[in-house]
T-cell receptor
Framework: AQSVTQPDIHITVSEGASLELRCNYS??????LFWYVQSPGQGLQLLLK??????LVQGIKGFEAEFKRSQSSFNLRKPSVHWSDAAEYFC??????????FGTGTSLTVIP | ETGVTQTPRHLVMGMTNKKSLKCEQH?????MYWYKQSAKKPLELMFV???????ENNSVPSRFSPECPNSSHLFLHLHTLQPEDSALYLC?????????????FGSGTRLTVV
């Protein structure tokens, strides 16, 4: 069965520090891959997506993600975190058809 | 404002009540979705409508009844709910129901069943 794993439930980083959020998926072929962010009381906003081609994908708000086929991973990164980045981050995969599978999310806290 | 509007934002209902959640999008999308978000669990896909036709029903109990009168509107009718149905209900839309399109989500309806 397809699955998405976000191993870190909660991460705390200092403002200005770099960030990496992990995402691993279980699927035979390369699925379409997405990262979403959810601020408190809000719905999910698409940060970036990967379909094919260059394995380093640029998104909004200064985020990027790298697809590594050998590790079945799609980790999200940001070089310098801002206090406004505090939110919940969800990785999602779409193996085929119209079914999306979401991870359980990683909660990010940013300290001054 | 994301382009997908959900009302109400908050809803408290008793187990014998009947209520409806509403979702509206004016993005020109043809697919709409209902998701359930519970604490510490992955988002659960409930229903998918593509060009007004229901294409997915992920074993959702019959106390949840979706309705899609047109491509811009989606409803979730609720009756005789259980306390474990308390959650954030998210509506989303996409260009159509193929995996190539990301979703645009609404802000959700926070439902509490008492």
């Amino acid at each position: 069965a397809q699955s998405v794993t976000q191993p870190d439930i909660h991460i705390t980083v200092s403002e200005g520090a770099s960030l990496e959020l992990r995402c691993n998926y279980s699927y035979g072929a390369t699925p379409y891959l997405f990262w979403y962010v959810q601020s408190p009381g809000q719905g999910l906003q698409l940060l970036l997506k990967y379909f094919s081609g260059d394995t380093l994908v640029q998104g909004i708000k200064g985020f990027e993600a790298e697809f590594k086929r050998s590790q079945s991973s799609f980790n999200l990164r940001k070089p310098s975190v801002h206090w406004s980045d505090a939110a919940e981050y969800f990785c999602a995969v779409a193996p085929e058809g119209n079914q999306f599978y979401f991870g359980t999310g990683t909660s990010l806290t940013v300290i001054p | 404002e994301t382009g997908v509007t959900q009302t109400p934002r908050h809803l408290v209902m008793g187990m014998t009540n009947k209520k409806s959640l509403k979702c509206e999008q004016h993005l020109g999308h043809n697919a709409m979705y209902w998701y359930k978000q519970s604490a510490k669990k992955p988002l659960e896909l409930m229903f998918v409508y593509n060009f007004k036709e229901q294409t997915e029903n992920n074993s959702v109990p019959s106390r949840f009844s979706p309705e899609c009168p047109n491509s811009s509107h989606l409803f979730l009718h609720l009756h005789t709910l259980q306390p474990e149905d308390s959650a954030l209900y998210l509506c989303a839309s996409s260009q159509d129901a193929t995996r190539g399109y990301g979703y645009t989500f609404g802000s959700g309806t926070r439902l509490t069943v008492v």
